[in-house]
Nanobody
């Protein structure tokens, strides 16, 4: 199973980016997808996650109202729409998937994920 994240880039504060994460490889039905971010010297941080079947989202407080997570089950692709970006959002963003039927609290747990994609860099200038 491979995850391919894309959509990062350089944007000014207040701007928007849309990250995509394509899940490919052997037949794998995600139970949930999560987006995480990391800056050098800091731990990986949960940003947002979604239950694949029901589409139920969850967000860390700092992105609520600005970021929207979604998924296209037919294309096995997840998205993270990021609006009103702030310099503090600058990080490498990574997507990950887990199988099964997790509860929302599990989606926040880094070690619960089965597969990870490479990161995509998001830089927000002030």
């Amino acid at each position: 199973v491979q995850l391919q994240a894309s959509g990062g880039g350089l944007v000014q504060a207040g701007g928007s980016l849309r990250l995509s994460c394509v899940v490919s490889g052997r037949t794998f039905r995600p139970g949930a997808m999560g987006w995480f971010r990391q800056v050098p010297g800091k731990e990986r941080e949960f940003v947002s996650g979604i239950k694949w079947g029901a589409g139920s989202p969850t967000y860390t407080d700092s992105v609520k109202g600005r970021f929207t997570i979604s998924r296209d089950k037919a294309k096995n692709t997840g998205f993270l729409q990021m609006n009103n970006l702030e310099p503090e959002d600058t990080a490498v963003y990574s997507c990950a998937v887990m199988g099964g039927n997790p509860i929302l609290s599990t989606i926040w747990t880094t070690r619960a994920y089965d597969y990870w994609g490479q990161g995509t860099l998001v830089t927000v200038s002030s």
